[in-house]
T-cell receptor, first 112, second 115 residues
Framework: QKEVEQNSGPLSVPEGAIASLNCTYSDRGSQSFFWYRQYSGKSPELIMSIYSNGDKEDGRFTAQLNKASQYVSLLIRDSQPSDSATYLC????????????FGIGTKLQVIP | GAVVSQHPSRVICKSGTSVKIECRSLDFQATTMFWYRQFPKQSLMLMATSNEGSKATYEQGVEKDKFLINHASLTLSTLTVTSAHPEDSSFYICSPGRQDQDKAFFGQGTRLTVV
């Protein structure tokens, strides 16, 4: 069983729409959850982190966490072509900096 | 976030040669260094974890004699791919860390192509 699961996509949305990216994880003890954006040929960059149930908003990005369902999502409002990238869901199992487990990533394409 | 410098960004080498990749943590002392690799259309896979001054711990399936990791200081770690083969061609990324840090930051990555 994969520890962090994502649909690899591609997910295509028109410019200005809301892009919804989803992720599930298997370790119920996981405590820290992240979304990274990775452009082709580049390293991942952190865009959102979330640690408690509910929503966390930062600009056009909203992360949602539901620990009971072991589900974390990322919403991107007013999607722009520059948002086209692969979005990696990442999980740390326990407190402190430990091994990070990544999902395969969802490729997002924002169509102008 | 942490400032991480990884070099080189791209390297092409001949099969059988060795390649050294450097990762520097510029603005904090990294007691731990994580090395990942990423094959095309796949996720980042942890290769090994090293703690400053001690031997690295390798993930299952990663040959410790092939991927030599040195973490001699809190700001520098190196990964040497020895006797590289075409199947070692990948994107290698470092991620420095310490116990009070709860996010992962990455170097710029090194695209290794073995011909």
């Amino acid at each position: 069983q994969k520890e962090v699961e994502q649909n690899s996509g591609p997910l295509s949305v028109p410019e200005g729409a809301i892009a919804s990216l989803n992720c599930t994880y298997s370790d119920r003890g996981s405590q820290s959850f992240f979304w990274y954006r990775q452009y082709s040929g580049k390293s991942p960059e952190l865009i959102m982190s979330i640690y408690s149930n509910g929503d966390k908003e930062d600009g056009r990005f909203t992360a949602q966490l539901n620990k009971a369902s072991q589900y974390v999502s990322l919403l991107i409002r007013d999607s722009q072509p520059s948002d086209s990238a692969t979005y990696l869901c990442a999980v740390i199992a326990s407190g402190g900096y430990q091994k990070v487990t990544f999902g395969i990533g969802t490729k997002l394409q924002v169509i102008p | 976030g942490a400032v991480v410098s990884q070099h080189p960004s791209r390297v092409i080498c001949k099969s059988g040669t060795s390649v050294k990749i450097e990762c520097r943590s510029l603005d904090f002392q990294a007691t731990t260094m994580f090395w990942y690799r990423q094959f095309p259309k796949q996720s980042l896979m942890l290769m090994a974890t090293s703690n400053e001054g001690s031997k690295a711990t390798y993930e299952q399936g990663v040959e410790k004699d092939k991927f030599l990791i040195n973490h001699a200081s809190l700001t520098l770690s190196t990964l040497t791919v020895t006797s590289a083969h075409p199947e070692d061609s990948s994107f290698y990324i470092c991620s420095p860390g310490r116990q009070d840090q709860d996010k992962a930051f990455f170097g710029q990555g090194t695209r290794l192509t073995v011909v």
